[in-house]
């Protein structure tokens, strides 16, 4: 049927209907386009790959295999949507119309993640003020003729398979709002070998990404190619879907939809792994701690007093995915070989989501070469420990969230193996055993301190703090019996090695503190053996600075350090040192906001929640500023922050950071310079 043509509105209308019949179908293509977009485009993470090519001689690799990943998605994306026309019946007003939308949009949506990728590129130019010119445009102009060459082979493919002598419908059949069955499609020809070779290749990729880390699949792929992968897998998995089932008339989606929300109650699959089946060891209070822990430096009741000052330092470290994780680390491995008895000094470190990981890096580093586990020379030592958290750990974790995880929610029992939280932890011990050729991570949380007595008290101990989603409460991972004091400072706190009444390995530990929802899933915690409490989600929720904590701390530690003051003839004064990786506040930064104008009552609900919870830093920082380093408590406290300058160049949050990115990070820290009064304190 065609609209008359002498009446425009009707004419314009039904080019806009026919356009919305032909779109419907696939929409599934347009809206992973779309997810496309946002992965590359507007995530830091994606956003890091493409700072990483115009920047990096080393990203040729890397390039050639996200190109080849990047081809796959367009083709599959184009051959999908062209399958899933012909098996669907299209009522048209205007066939003409009708006919041209069914052979150009699949090719559209072909092209469409390159220029996405050449879009991505230029996103980043402007962040990165000295990136490479000449990768720049090399790879611009890659991407370029590799779009091109996509589409001239979408136009010419049927004259390309004449002269091939491959049979192929006329246009007048590919290309017609006619609907065909899934016997005849598959029967015709070529089209059918193409078809199964695509489900065969994706089968091939669904069953790689199952294999454990040390297979190192996803590692060798890296996470851009991951993601382009993950796309195709799921252009091809939804194409399966549509063709299979009239979604218009099949109650097939609510179906499932009830189903995964119903056997969601039976396959939570992120119970919280033990290092065994024993009950946890007895842990010491902070008391029966900090008199150990100062015995270990000085004599009690000296006859001379050794020292007239001995500082006792907190650490409290940010919270910010792996930026936090390798400033933390590289800022505390810096301190170290500045001033190795610095680091004597520091009583406990409050870490929180990428500063607690980085932290118990650290802290197993420090362990393993205090007991000379670490046979290498120092130089080499600690070049190896920039490598071990300079690893890739967001690949393994995004492999198995698109293609394992999400397996699970259709099982309906637990498969632990599948829970990705499981394949960040393992990546992060691999990349460390892989370097340092020790399986520390793998080791129970408490035998950081247990294993060797003669160090116990010098290695720091450690809260790593995760928050119970169903609570709201801190969930504390520690070597210290926080919760037995009579002060009740933590008493709201849970935790967690109490409540497990199990010790966990040390990877675990760290993934209790960051586990930010989507990326990874909350950690199932559960009362010893019996029944389930809650989930261990990401402690940045509650307070991402780690300064809360180590206030509690503190509060915890005074009437002690008063005791023992005395008691070892020396002034214990507190020195708490934040590690800080966000952005430094201007107190100007009001001056230039402007109010959302695009639906406001809903856009303000996330922005708000996102912006107030970016916001506490300043807070806490400010606070702490005051109160001790200008009040009356400035003889006995002392508060200092050490910033990561981010006003150069965009580092993600994620779990993977570019050479460059790390390189930088290397660089500010070490020009990390505490004066000469503070070290004279350290000695």
């Known amino acids: 049927m065609t609209p008359d043509s002498t009446k425009p509105l009707p004419r314009v209308l039904s080019y806009i209907i026919d356009t919305w019949r032909v779109l419907y179908p696939i929409f599934y293509a347009v809206i992973l386009v779309l997810v496309g977009y946002f992965c590359f485009v507007q995530n830091d993470q994606g ?90 445009y090399v790879y611009i102009l890659s991407y370029l003729i590799l779009g091109v060459i996509v589409m001239m082979f979408l136009i010419y493919r049927s004259a390309i398979a004449k002269n091939m002598n491959i049979e192929m419908d006329p246009n007048i059949v590919r290309f017609t709002p006619q609907q065909i069955s899934i016997r005849d499609l598959l029967s015709t020809g070529v089209t059918g070998i193409v078809v199964y070779v695509i489900l065969m290749i994706n089968l091939i990729l669904f069953l790689s990404f199952q294999l454990p880390v040390s297979a190192q699949v996803a590692t060798f792929l890296h996470p851009a190619t991951i993601v382009l992968l993950g796309l195709s897998f799921y252009t091809v998995l939804f194409a399966v879907i549509v063709a299979s089932f009239n979604l218009r008339k099949s109650p097939l989606g609510i179906a499932v939809v009830i189903y995964i929300i119903f056997i969601s109650r039976f396959n939570d699959n992120s119970v919280i792994r033990h290092s065994n089946n024993l009950p946890a060891p007895k842990r010491e209070t902070v008391q029966e701690n900090l008199k150990n822990w100062l015995a270990a430096r000085m004599p009690i009741h000296p006859d001379s007093a050794k020292y007239d000052t001995y500082p006792i330092v907190l650490i409290a470290a940010e919270g910010g995915g792996i930026r936090a994780m390798d400033w933390t680390a590289m800022i505390l491995q810096h301190l170290d070989s500045l001033s190795p008895q610095l680091y004597k000094h520091v009583y406990a470190i409050s870490g929180v989501s990428g500063g607690g990981v980085g932290s118990v890096f650290f802290q197993a580093f420090y362990r393993d070469k205090s007991a000379g586990n670490l046979n290498f020379s120092p130089y080499t030592r600690d070049s190896l420990f920039r490598k071990a958290i300079g690893c890739d750990f967001l690949s393994d974790v995004t492999a198995a969230f698109i293609f394992q995880d999400n397996l699970q929610r259709a099982i309906p029992f637990a498969i632990p193996y599948f829970n990705r939280n499981r394949k960040l932890e393992d990546s992060w011990s691999f990349g460390y055993s892989k370097h340092l050729q020790q399986q520390t991570l793998e080791e129970p949380f408490l035998q950081l301190w247990n294993k060797d007595t003669a160090i116990k008290y010098f290695v720091p101990n450690m809260l790593i703090n995760g928050v119970m989603a169903e609570s709201g409460q801190k969930a504390i991972t520690t070597n210290l019996d926080i919760r037995n004091d009579s002060s009740g400072l933590f008493d709201d706190e849970i935790d967690v090695i109490k409540t497990l009444n199990r010790d966990i390995p040390l990877k675990t530990a760290a993934s209790l503190c960051s586990r930010f929802p989507l990326i990874t899933s909350g950690g199932l915690l559960k009362r010893g053996d019996t029944s389930a409490m809650g989930h261990i989600i990401d402690g940045g929720y509650k307070e991402n600075t780690g300064i809360e904590t180590a206030w509690q701390l503190m509060a915890l530690m005074r009437p002690y350090i008063e005791q023992m003051q005395d008691s070892f003839k020396v002034k214990l004064p507190v020195y708490l040192v934040f590690i800080q990786n966000s952005e430094i506040a201007s107190p100007n930064s009001a001056d230039s906001l402007k109010p959302v104008t695009i639906l406001p009552d809903i856009t303000t609900i996330l922005s708000g929640f996102m912006n107030a919870w970016d916001r506490r830093t300043p807070t806490f920082t400010g606070l702490s500023t005051k109160v001790f380093n200008e009040s009356k408590l400035k003889d006995a406290y002392r508060f200092y922050a050490i910033s990561l300058n981010r006003k150069s160049v965009q580092l993600p949050l994620g779990w993977y950071l570019s050479q460059t990115a790390q390189n930088y990070i290397w660089q500010e820290a070490s020009k990390v310079a505490p004066n000469k009064e503070i070290l004279e304190l350290f000695k």
Do not use: C, Q
Request: charged share 20%.
């Open 47 to 136: 956003r890091d790959f493409s700072t990483a090519v115009i920047e990096d001689h080393y990203s040729l690799n890397y390039f050639i295999k996200s190109a080849v990943a990047l081809l796959i998605w367009s083709l599959s994306l184009w051959y999908s949507s062209r399958i899933v026309l012909r098996l669907k019946m299209i009522e048209y007003k205007n066939l003409e119309y009708t006919r041209f939308l069914i052979k150009w949009l699949p090719r559209v949506l072909g092209v469409i993640p390159i220029i996405t990728m050449i879009i991505a590129l230029f996103a980043v130019r402007s962040t990165v003020p000295d990136f490479n010119h000449f990768y720049f």
